[in-house]
């Protein structure tokens, strides 16, 4: 069992920067691929970026890849996504994920466990 916390959403202006952080529970991080998705109201949950459980690749969806950074350090079981040059259509609920797997992948019902979700909102 994996219990995430995510931390870190605000709101911030067109440009701007947010970093935000999933705090994991439990002994077994390390054996989990972790990914961030994102959602807006009325469409589904949006792949953003993916982890390996042992931090060496990451995928990034065509829409952030350059301007997010998705990295983990599994001594303190914790997630990261550093977002730059953030634009409007960023703005969505981000949710953390875990999938207890090597590898990370997009489809959302391919991971176990989910945080309740941190807003971020990108100003014009």
């Known amino acids: 069992q994996v219990q995430l916390v995510e931390s870190g959403g605000g709101l911030v202006q067109a440009g701007g920067s947010l970093r935000l952080s999933c705090a994991a529970s439990?002994?077994?991080?390390?054996?989990?691929?972790m990914g961030w998705f994102r959602q807006t109201p009325g469409k589904e949950r949006e792949f953003v970026a993916g982890i390996s459980s042992g931090g060496i690749s990451s995928n990034y969806a065509d829409s952030v890849k350059g301007r997010f950074t998705i990295s983990r350090n599994n001594a303190k079981n914790t997630l990261y996504l550093q977002m730059n040059s953030l634009k409007p259509e960023d703005t969505a609920v981000y949710y953390c994920?875990?999938?207890?797997?090597?590898?990370?992948?997009?489809?959302?019902?391919?991971?176990?466990?989910w945080g309740q979700g941190t807003q971020v909102t990108v100003s014009s």
């Open positions: 439990g002994r077994t991080f390390s054996s989990y691929a």
């Open positions: 994920a875990a999938r207890l797997a090597l590898t990370p992948v997009v489809p959302s019902e391919h991971y176990n466990y």
